[in-house]
């Protein structure tokens, strides 16, 4: 069902200035925003004036169109001219290559939901369409009344003020645009720290695939070759010797696997509650029960928690940065002197730096720095351990927006930097 809702001749510029206006105040009842009625009367400006400039004069027709329960805005603009000559070839014309008149056709099309256009010796129709939104603003008959009754009784309003009128709606239109760019600038900033973030998560997998198949495939194949001669062979020296082998193979194998397991576990665990922490209270918690397990009875520890005494964070993750780092400590001791270990707290930037430094075996970073953190990598393989510490220690830190600087030199020792960012309240 289609009912016309306003008719404007077309004879003056006078005449284009009010179909503009007409066609913003239609498009503003059926509750079009601001930026979209500004391109769709933008296109039916266009549109009539090529009726004024080349039929000399026509007239504009504003239809409010029911589509079942949906509605659409149909502007029908019609001159009695000569006809466009080669349309076809003007409507395929590019802005962004063809610079000469004749593009106002092409606009409109492009600033409308719809457009059709026929043209002969006889004049010019064009028909221009702007959807409704269902949800934009209630429509039935009594309201499409009050439009028609309102446009009819609307006072006369001079060029003058009608150019007012459509500054302040630039004005306006301005400042939306403007906001809407800073949210787009926002939601910009927000995929490419996702992206980076993707980025970095993907290395990580990468990594972490490449690890876990080489740790894997080592025992495996030394097993299935055991097993394989074990089966051939009925000498009991050499079928010990490749139960001995299983037997490693199997330990180094529990070992990877427990390994993947506590990363799968770090992976899988979300947001986790933080609360205040106190730094010497957790060291001194994880070194008696290390001293312990290692046999060792005394460990000469320095500490200086004055600049920075607390931090909010996940305590469990201060937890295992103090026992992985013990752990290391201890075991990868030098032989040549007993083991000191020194930890402090400062602060730089929005940083809590908690740093700690031993004086063992230390690592060469040339040769080592870049598969220092990396899963299942270890740097004497006479010591017990996984390799899995560092991984795990790091992936804590970053997680948090955290960093982790080495410092280390053969046989002198090690010291690591933890740069924590604390965790804000809606974290906690």
Same mark, same amino acid.
């Given at each position: 069902?289609?009912? =016309?809702?306003?008719?404007?001749?077309?004879?003056?510029?006078?005449?284009?200035?009010?179909?503009?206006?007409?066609?913003?105040?239609?498009?503003?009842?059926?509750?079009?925003?601001?930026?979209?009625?500004?391109?769709?009367?933008?296109?039916?400006?266009?549109?009539?004036?090529?009726?004024?400039?080349?039929? *000399?004069?026509?007239?504009?027709?504003?239809?409010?169109?029911?589509?079942?329960? @949906?509605?659409?805005?149909?502007?029908?603009?019609?001159?009695?001219?000569?006809?466009?000559?080669?349309?076809? =070839?003007? #409507?395929?014309?590019?802005?962004?290559?063809?610079?000469?008149?004749?593009?106002?056709?092409?606009?409109?099309?492009?600033?409308?939901?719809?457009?059709?256009?026929?043209?002969?010796?006889?004049?010019?129709?064009?028909?221009?369409?702007?959807?409704?939104?269902? *949800?934009?603003?209630?429509?039935?008959?009594?309201?499409?009344?009050?439009?028609?009754?309102?446009?009819?009784?609307?006072?006369?309003?001079?060029?003058?003020?009608?150019?007012?009128?459509?500054?302040?709606?630039?004005?306006? #239109?301005?400042?939306?645009?403007?906001?809407? &760019?800073? &949210?787009?600038?926002?939601?910009?900033?927000?995929?490419?720290?996702?992206?980076?973030?993707?980025?970095?998560?993907?290395?990580?997998?990468?990594?972490?695939?490449?690890?876990?198949?080489?740790?894997?495939?080592?025992?495996?194949?030394?097993?299935?070759?055991?097993?394989? #001669?074990?089966?051939?062979?009925?000498?009991?020296?050499?079928?010990?010797?490749?139960?001995?082998?299983? =037997?490693?193979?199997?330990? &180094?194998?529990?070992?990877?696997?427990?390994?993947?397991?506590?990363?799968?576990?770090?992976?899988?665990?979300?947001?986790?509650?933080?609360?205040?922490?106190?730094?010497?209270?957790?060291?001194?918690?994880?070194?008696?029960?290390?001293?312990?397990?290692?046999?060792?009875?005394?460990?000469? #520890?320095?500490?200086?928690?004055?600049?920075?005494?607390?931090?909010?964070?996940?305590?469990?993750?201060?937890?295992?940065?103090?026992?992985?780092?013990?752990?290391?400590?201890?075991?990868?001791?030098?032989?040549?002197?007993?083991?000191?270990?020194?930890? =402090?707290?400062?602060?730089?930037?929005?940083?809590?730096?908690?740093?700690?430094?031993?004086?063992?075996?230390?690592?060469?970073?040339?040769?080592?720095?870049?598969?220092?953190?990396?899963?299942?990598?270890?740097?004497?393989?006479?010591?017990?351990?996984?390799?899995?510490?560092?991984?795990?220690?790091?992936?804590?830190?970053?997680?948090?927006?955290?960093?982790?600087?080495?410092?280390?030199?053969?046989?002198?020792?090690?010291?690591?930097?933890?740069?924590?960012? @604390?965790?804000?309240?809606?974290?906690?």
């Amino acid at each position: 069902m289609t009912t =016309a809702i306003s008719v404007i001749e077309i004879h003056n510029e006078i005449d284009l200035v009010l179909t503009h206006r007409r066609a913003m105040q239609i498009c503003k009842f059926a509750g079009i925003g601001l930026a979209e009625q500004t391109r769709f009367a933008t296109a039916v400006s266009e549109i009539c004036r090529n009726c004024l400039m080349y039929g *000399n004069s026509g007239k504009i027709t504003y239809n409010l169109v029911k589509m079942g329960d @949906e509605y659409k805005l149909e502007v029908i603009v019609k001159d009695e001219g000569k006809g466009i000559k080669d349309l076809d =070839a003007i #409507l395929l014309r590019d802005p962004q290559v063809y610079k000469g008149r004749g593009l106002g056709i092409v606009f409109a099309r492009k600033l409308s939901d719809g457009f059709k256009i026929k043209s002969t010796s006889g004049g010019t129709t064009v028909i221009l369409e702007k959807y409704i939104a269902s *949800n934009a603003v209630p429509i039935n008959s009594l309201i499409i009344k009050g439009w028609i009754l309102h446009l009819k009784n609307e006072p006369v309003v001079s060029a003058y003020e009608e150019l007012k009128n459509r500054n302040v709606q630039l004005i306006q #239109l301005t400042e939306e645009l403007k906001t809407e &760019k800073l &949210k787009v600038d926002q939601q910009i900033d927000q995929i490419k720290e996702l992206n980076a973030i993707l980025e970095t998560r993907n290395a990580y997998l990468q990594q972490f695939t490449y690890s876990v198949s080489h740790e894997l495939k080592t025992p495996l194949t030394s097993l299935k070759l055991s097993i394989t #001669l074990l089966q051939e062979n009925k000498n009991h020296i050499l079928q010990q010797e490749l139960i001995d082998v299983i =037997a490693r193979a199997e330990k &180094k194998l529990d070992k990877t696997v427990t390994g993947i397991v506590n990363i799968l576990e770090l992976q899988s665990k979300g947001k986790q509650a933080a609360k205040t922490v106190l730094f010497e209270e957790e060291l001194l918690d994880v070194i008696d029960p290390i001293k312990k397990h290692y046999g060792i009875d005394a460990i000469h #520890l320095i500490t200086d928690f004055n600049a920075v005494k607390e931090i909010c964070y996940v305590q469990a993750y201060i937890s295992s940065i103090f026992s992985n780092l013990l752990s290391n400590a201890v075991k990868y001791r030098s032989d040549e002197r007993p083991l000191a270990i020194a930890v =402090a707290t400062s602060r730089r930037d929005n940083y809590i730096i908690l740093t700690f430094m031993d004086n063992g075996e230390g690592i060469n970073l040339i040769s080592n720095g870049d598969t220092l953190f990396s899963p299942f990598t270890r740097f004497n393989t006479s010591k017990e351990g996984n390799g899995i510490g560092l991984y795990i220690v790091k992936n804590m830190v970053e997680k948090n927006g955290g960093k982790i600087q080495v410092e280390s030199l053969p046989d002198k020792g090690t010291t690591f930097h933890f740069f924590l960012k @604390e965790y804000e309240l809606e974290q906690v």
